[in-house]
């Protein structure tokens, strides 16, 4: 079977299109911030600009993905309400993954009293993300439901 048969028998929509071209560019940054940044161990100098929209577009995906009430999973609904217990849970333990893999790779440091408060603001900044975002996503899909 040729290419252009192929092509041809699996037509995708725009909307399809658009959305593989970007989460080949999304990946593609965040591929571009691992190894340059990571692995080749590149100054922060040269890679500021991909390094920017890379975070730029994550911030927009999850604000956007939790507005539009898609972001929460449906194991933090509990009859019919948000289950703040498992959402707290799942917090703790995302928020120790995040810190480990932080100081791991270098982006924190644990050296002076200094560094540790530093590590735990953004501990706490990520654990209340990580449980406010589901809770916006949760009442907005419960509003999208009554209307």
């Given at each position: 079977m040729s290419l252009i048969q192929n092509l041809k028998r699996n037509r995708k929509s725009e909307k399809e299109i658009y959305a593989e071209g970007f989460y080949l560019l999304y990946f593609g940054l965040m591929l571009m911030v691992i190894v340059?940044?990571?692995?080749?161990?590149?100054p922060s100098?040269?890679?500021w600009d991909i390094s920017l929209l890379f975070l730029l577009s994550s911030f927009y995906l999850v604000i956007r993905f939790a507005l539009q009430g898609s972001m929460h999973e449906p194991e933090l609904e509990k009859g019919g309400s948000f289950n703040t217990r498992k959402a707290v849970w799942r917090g703790i333990i995302?928020?120790?993954i995040f810190t480990a893999i932080m100081v791991f790779v270098g982006a924190w440091s644990l050296e002076s009293l200094q560094d540790i408060f530093a590590v735990f603001v953004?501990?706490?900044v990520f654990f209340a993300l990580s449980i406010i975002l589901p809770y916006i996503s949760y009442r907005r899909k419960e509003n999208h439901l009554r209307e």
């Open positions: 340059r940044g990571l692995l080749l161990n590149h100098q040269s890679i995302s928020t120790l953004g501990m706490m």
